[in-house]
């Protein structure tokens, strides 16, 4: 009837059609620990709409571009683990599970974006998912090199990935990132995302 996973202290959960969310809302109260206060998914009753950080849903569609961007091998993978490791503070990735994700069920699915300097240096990346021919594409993680921001390196990658979802046959491609985040939020309106809704995290009241 629901399926969940915890992303950090984020639940993220969705219900088939007519599930009673008054009772998962009961399991969940019971299985969540303290800190795991968020959920991005359902209306969970008792909890009430977040008002502090909004999220905007962005959306891309199908068009001829231009990109710099290569895509990721084995060969890359050391330069895509750095790039992700460079661009997210705390980030653990390594390269063997960068394998390990390559080798998964979803594996197949993804589509990985990699933009260089004129000298070579791994400036940039995408990663994008695919969810069939006509679908919506999902774009997560973008991230760029600290030295390396500001040169459109970022942008190259974005429609690398979008490029390549659409190649299979995606109808779209959509991104989600923090309304506050106004670097993104710029980035992905330069490379042709437009901003379908906004969407908030639904938090439980604090236990006392």
């Known amino acids: 009837m629901a399926v969940g996973f915890l992303d950090g202290p984020v ?3 969705t219900a088939a059609p007519g599930a009673d969310l008054g009772a998962l809302a009961a399991d969940a109260g019971e299985l969540l620990t303290p800190g795991t206060d968020r959920s991005d998914g359902l209306p969970v009753p008792g909890w009430e709409l977040d008002q502090e950080e909004p999220w905007l849903v962005m959306s891309w569609t199908p068009r001829p571009v231009s990109s710099r961007a290569e895509p990721v091998g084995e060969a890359g993978a050391a330069d895509r683990v ?3 490791r460079s661009a997210f503070v705390g980030s653990t990735f390594t390269v063997e599970r960068w394998r390990a994700m390559k080798r998964s069920p979803a594996g197949g699915l993804a589509v990985e974006a990699l933009v260089r300097t004129p000298a070579g240096e791994p400036a940039a990346a995408a990663t994008g ?7 919506c594409g999902l774009l997560e993680p973008v991230g760029t090199h600290p030295d390396h921001r500001g040169h459109g390196y970022g942008r190259d990658a974005v429609l690398g990935a979008c490029a390549a979802l659409a190649h299979r046959g995606a109808g779209a491609v959509s991104v989600v990132t923090p309304s506050t985040n106004d670097a993104a939020v710029a980035l992905y309106r330069s490379a042709g995302f437009t901003v379908v809704r906004e969407n908030r995290d639904w938090v439980r009241a604090r236990r006392a």
Do not use: I
């Open 11 to 13: 639940l993220r959960v």
């Open 82 to 84: 750095l790039l992700q």
């Open 129 to 135: 998912w695919f969810a069939g021919v006509g679908r």
